[in-house]
């Protein structure tokens, strides 16, 4: 910056409007006025030498790197890894297409997706989804539990920056802000576990959606919630219309708490699993008009708690349970002793969940207390004579997870993918079509002990149980401690 010569303070120099000023011609002795930003170096060869604050480059730099903040460069694994104090996690949300979270009043630890008429292969936004649940109230506050009926809809993507570049009517739609709807049935006591049901049309009658909601109580609740559903369209729906009252009770376990219930996907009009703590399995018929029957008799065969209990796809007499013996069991309702036909030790822990694949009915999917899940083949199941028990060897089992799996299903349309969750507070997704001797899939970026099958982990804190949408491809809902995912 060139330096200015002061004026003759004698001398008035008005300037018109535009004009510059002239500079003035004066001595060496005259007064100059001092430049703060005026440069402290006289050649461009000092300051190419000093940098941009007095020190050469190669220093300052060096101290630049002395001083930075150390920066954690490894993968951090949910349930592998600890946070340190004062650090969160947060999602990537590039990485979802879509995610919400909802909270209740009370915690559910179970929930099960309600078919709907909107469509099949649903790929539109904002997605809107109908849901049962049931909640978990503190002690104390045990009449206060109840079942939750809700409809969720507005559930808009994640990709909002290329809604942004769109101004159209469609794109706002797009993005909405969630809603969440919900009825509500009083239960008396916590629900372990609930289950939807859907009655098919028949020719004088309408489509019915049935839930079983097995309770700590010992009983299980039958409810027709079809009204309560109609009523989140139809805003004029006398309330009144909406029938709370069980449409029929299971009072065959006594005061025994049992957390295994499920429908029979092959008997239309609604037949029904229910397990208890005692090693006990009932079925329950439903009949025309509604009305619920309980079989005198129960299975048994599990030398104690009847965790989880799945029908077969296709065989409507057949049916597999789980419990906290280590075992799987396989069962013919035919049976004239109600005694399992094959019994398969899986797990030297407790065998918590089962998912029986309704693309691949060969394949049955097992999780157990100590974090492992394996994928059995039905077709090495093969019973001798005389004994019912086998020993079998899973054709993938993967010990990922750090706590017991409290979650397992397959995807309703896709034979090879797999939603687990478990106590690590960990939700993970599985290809099983990966193959290990792939060089590709071997590639996990340098993280240790990951699986290649493994696709997906989401962090949810006290996560029970997950759900595949099965019209909505992609779309999993899971429930917890901490809500709805």
Request: charged residues 25%; negative net charge.
């Amino acid at each position: 910056m060139s330096k200015r010569t002061a004026e003759d303070p004698d001398e008035d120099h008005g300037l018109k409007s535009g004009a510059r000023p002239q500079s003035a011609n004066l001595d060496g002795d005259a007064m100059q006025f001092e430049d703060e930003f005026e440069d402290e170096f006289d050649s461009d060869e000092e300051i190419m030498e000093a940098g941009v604050d007095g020190r050469p480059d190669e220093e300052r730099e060096a101290d630049e790197r002395d001083g930075a903040m150390d920066i954690d460069q490894d993968t951090f694994m949910i349930g592998r890894n600890k946070l340190s104090n004062g650090e969160t996690l947060a999602p990537d949300l590039s990485t979802y297409e879509m995610l919400h979270t909802l909270e209740a009043n009370w915690p559910c630890l179970s929930l099960d997706i309600i078919p709907d008429d909107l469509g099949d292969q649903r790929k539109s936004y904002p997605a809107t989804l109908y849901a049962v649940a049931g909640t978990q109230a503190a002690r104390g506050k045990e009449r206060e539990n109840q079942l939750l009926v809700m409809k969720l809809s507005g559930l808009s993507r994640m990709d909002r920056e290329r809604a942004e570049d769109s101004d159209d009517d469609d794109s706002d739609e797009e993005n909405s802000d969630p809603i969440l709807e919900t009825k509500t049935i009083s239960t008396g006591s916590c629900t372990n576990r609930v289950r939807v049901h859907q009655v098919p049309a028949t020719g004088g009658s309408s489509k019915k959606s049935y839930t079983a909601a097995i309770l700590e109580s010992g009983q299980v609740l039958i409810h027709d919630i079809s009204s309560q559903i109609s009523s989140f369209d139809s805003p004029g729906l006398n309330p009144n219309s909406q029938p709370t009252q069980p449409l029929g009770t299971v009072r065959a376990h006594g005061k025994v708490e049992g957390y295994a219930v499920d429908w029979s996907p092959t008997v239309p009009e609604g037949k029904l699993l229910t397990g208890d703590v005692n090693g006990r399995i009932f079925i329950t018929t439903i009949g025309e008009g509604g009305q619920a029957s309980t079989a005198k008799d129960p299975f048994t065969s599990h030398q104690g708690t009847v965790e989880e209990l799945q029908w077969s796809p296709v065989e409507r007499n057949v049916f597999a349970s789980a419990g906290n013996d280590g075992t799987v069991r396989i069962w013919d309702v035919r049976s004239k002793s109600h005694k399992s036909v094959l019994n398969v030790p899986v797990s030297s822990t407790d065998v918590n969940v089962l998912s029986w694949s309704r693309q691949n009915t060969h394949l049955l999917a097992s999780g157990a207390d100590d974090g492992q899940w394996a994928v059995w083949d039905l077709r090495q199941w093969k019973p001798k004579a005389g004994n019912s028990s086998i020993n079998s060897t899973p054709i993938a089992s993967f010990n990922f997870h750090q706590e017991q799996i409290t979650s397992v299903e397959w995807h309703p349309s896709d034979d090879s993918i797999v939603a687990v969750a478990a106590g690590d507070n960990t939700l993970s997704l599985w290809d099983l079509a990966v193959e290990i001797d792939d060089d590709e899939s071997k590639n996990t970026a340098g993280v240790q002990d990951v699986p290649p099958q493994l696709l997906f982990v989401h962090y949810m804190e006290q996560v029970k149980e997950a759900h595949w949408h099965p019209q909505i491809p992609g779309c999993v809902m899971a429930t917890g401690g901490s809500g709805f995912g």
